[in-house]
């Protein structure tokens, strides 16, 4: 896996994916994004050991020249055999801290798995009120009671005025791994 961040600027997908392909490896999977005027990347990077290997060792010459901070690190096979059911979980609410806290809090309280969580803030339409919107790909395990789950969800709207929505993930179907 290699992350990457730096400051923003023209090219850097450029750089780093030709950096990739001239070692001799390949991008799996990846998120790259904008965050505050800096741009961070990580990506599942696979290839033969030695091209590996190779790439691993050019990194910090490669974000010297890159102005990026560049790490890259071993994963593990994915966890087989878990069970579950996709989840797509979107929250709206005023801006306030703790509300990704307060919602992860939940989850992992009934054990579920976050997969994958974006956030973004932005201005109200009309008023200008800065906004906060959360949208989580859950993984929940054949455990898990739904009815108890949406229950806590409820509490937690009430709680802290949030606007929360559970439904399944229709467009998401559990990785298998491979194709």
Known sequence: MLTAVGPDRVGIVDDLSGAISAAGCN?????????GGEFAV???????????????????????KLTLHVECRATHEPRAGE??????????????PGIVHSVTALLRNHGINIEDLETDTGCAPW???????MKAHLMVGTAV???RLKEDLFRLQQENDLDIALKPDLGRVPDSGKC
């Open 127 to 133: 008023t200008g009120a800065p906004m906060f919107r």
């Open 83 to 96: 069970k579950g059911r996709p989840y797509l979980l979107e929250a709206v609410s005023l801006d306030t």
């Open 27 to 35: 991008i799996e999977e990846s998120k790259m994004s904008v965050l």
């Open 42 to 64: 990580i990506m599942l990077v696979s290839g033969p050991a030695v091209s590996v290997g190779g790439l691993s060792k050019s990194l910090p010459g490669l974000g010297r």
């Open 145 to 147: 009671s739904i009815p």
